[in-house]
């Protein structure tokens, strides 16, 4: 099996040194370049062109956001996972706003850290979005106790960019992830980065309670879940006429229709 190559920008000397051998140590990794600013990485990583890169936010001559969308706009197919003890609501919105597809945070457990920095990097690899469920609690309990009941819809829709509605949108007109990614012309990591992203904005953890709540706060109306409506009918056409040639079903399968299939 061929390694997955894998560079490393980081500024901690211990940081750096200690996610090398936690992914040495797989068997299945190879780090094949180490930076300790900015600039390095992205000579590095011209050089190697890695599978995934690993990247500190907090560099002393770059901003690791910038960095992430120079890789980005370079070298598309390389995987950005973020490592930072950095876990404030806007600098992982402006991360994974520029490419990152998996963020990881340093601050976790001692036992905790080589699984989930591996289940990150792992994650990357095999173009899923991943983000530290220390961090998903944090951002969650941010948005609980800074948005009220009423919070004017216009405010909350300021916190979203055009595109990560653009993919609510999409979303909620019955498009796929890969439909979405077509259409928008970029890859499917980053339409689930901007769905991820918008999960956490609006506190819920599905495409489907991403929709409702997005209709519920007036982000999105209910013409941009047309398609969608339509599908999920169609689905319930179809799960009806199977429940209607069963006899154990008979009385049941003539209930209307209410609301969402979940």
């Known amino acids: ?144 106790s800074n948005d009220t009941a009423d919070r004017d819809s216009l405010d909350l829709l300021s916190d979203f960019s055009n595109k990560e509605i653009t993919v609510l949108k999409l979303a909620a007109g019955g498009m796929k992830n890969n439909e979405i990614a077509n259409v928008m012309y970029v890859s499917e990591g980053t339409v689930r980065s901007y769905l991820h992203n918008s999960f956490i904005k609006l506190g819920v953890k599905d495409r489907l309670n991403a929709i409702r709540e997005a209709i519920r706060l007036g982000i999105l109306s209910f013409a941009d879940m047309k398609i969608e409506e339509e599908v999920t009918q169609a689905t319930h056409t179809r799960v009806k006429t199977n429940q209607n040639s069963q006899k154990d079903t008979a009385k049941t399968s003539n209930k209307g229709y209410k609301g969402w299939v979940a």
């Not at 950005?80 to 998996?102: E, P």
């Not at 990150?120 to 951002?139: C, F, K, Q």
């Open 1 to 144: 099996m061929k390694p997955i190559n894998v560079v490393i920008i980081e500024n901690e000397n211990i940081s750096r040194v200690g996610a090398a051998a936690i992914l040495s140590e797989t068997g299945k990794i190879q780090v094949c370049g180490l930076a300790k600013t900015g600039k390095e990485g992205i000579e590095i990583v011209d050089q190697q062109k890695p599978d995934i890169v690993v990247i500190n936010i907090d560099l002393p001559d770059i901003n690791g956001t910038d960095v992430i969308s120079l890789i980005k706009c370079k070298h598309t197919s390389i995987k950005i996972v973020v490592m930072t003890a950095n876990s404030s609501r806007d600098t992982i919105n402006a991360a994974i706003s520029n490419g990152a597809d998996c963020y990881y945070c340093k601050n976790n457990a001692r036992e905790e850290v080589g699984e989930r920095f591996i289940e990150a990097v792992m994650a990357a690899y095999n173009n899923e979005s991943w983000i530290d469920p220390t961090i998903n609690r944090i951002l969650i309990d941010n948005l609980r």
